[in-house]
């Protein structure tokens, strides 16, 4: 029988960049749909769903990428403050790529969103790495 320590000391044993992928992968997801239920469904503006995902999902990266990846073992509310300032400004670069390939180039939101999304994975990865989470446990 497992039990929840062992499973999470089985997957710390996992490589960071795995970690990564997965539990960044469900926080896009989560987040794409968000945003895919905005646009399609209810039909709102791009910049209102793109401000509702953030709103929805950024606490919930945070935390779990803190935990979960990280390993975060520095001041929480350093980390959150340096976290939520990477996610900041990528919800300006975000904004900025969706006006350019939206309002200029005529592009489908959800594609352009889609795009964004697999253009940013990295550089999530090493902003958080570097720089939001730089005093966890390497």
């Given at each position: 029988m497992f039990s929840l320590s062992k499973i999470f000391a089985?997957?710390?044993?996992?490589?960071?960049?795995?970690r990564f992928l997965?539990?960044?992968?469900?926080?896009t997801v989560f987040s794409f749909l968000?945003?895919?239920i905005g646009i399609s469904w209810?039909?709102?503006?791009?910049?209102v769903v793109l401000i509702i995902t953030y709103l929805l999902s950024v606490n919930f990266s945070i935390l779990s990428m803190r935990s979960l990846v990280f390993e975060g073992k520095g001041n929480l509310a350093k980390e959150y403050a340096k976290a939520a300032f990477v996610y900041l400004s990528l919800l300006l670069l975000n904004y900025a790529f969706l006006f350019l390939f939206i309002d200029l180039f005529a592009?489908?939101?959800?594609?352009?969103?889609?795009?964004y999304t697999l253009l940013a994975t990295i550089s999530t990865f090493v902003l958080h790495?570097?720089?939001?989470?730089?005093?966890?446990k390497k």
């Amino acid at each position: 029988m497992f039990s929840l320590s062992k499973i999470f000391a089985y997957w710390f044993k996992l490589n960071k960049k795995l970690r990564f992928l997965l539990v960044g992968g469900g926080n896009t997801v989560f987040s794409f749909l968000i945003f895919t239920i905005g646009i399609s469904w209810l039909q709102w503006n791009y910049q209102v769903v793109l401000i509702i995902t953030y709103l929805l999902s950024v606490n919930f990266s945070i935390l779990s990428m803190r935990s979960l990846v990280f390993e975060g073992k520095g001041n929480l509310a350093k980390e959150y403050a340096k976290a939520a300032f990477v996610y900041l400004s990528l919800l300006l670069l975000n904004y900025a790529f969706l006006f350019l390939f939206i309002d200029l180039f005529a592009w489908n939101e959800i594609v352009a969103q889609f795009l964004y999304t697999l253009l940013a994975t990295i550089s999530t990865f090493v902003l958080h790495n570097k720089f939001s989470f730089s005093s966890a446990k390497k």
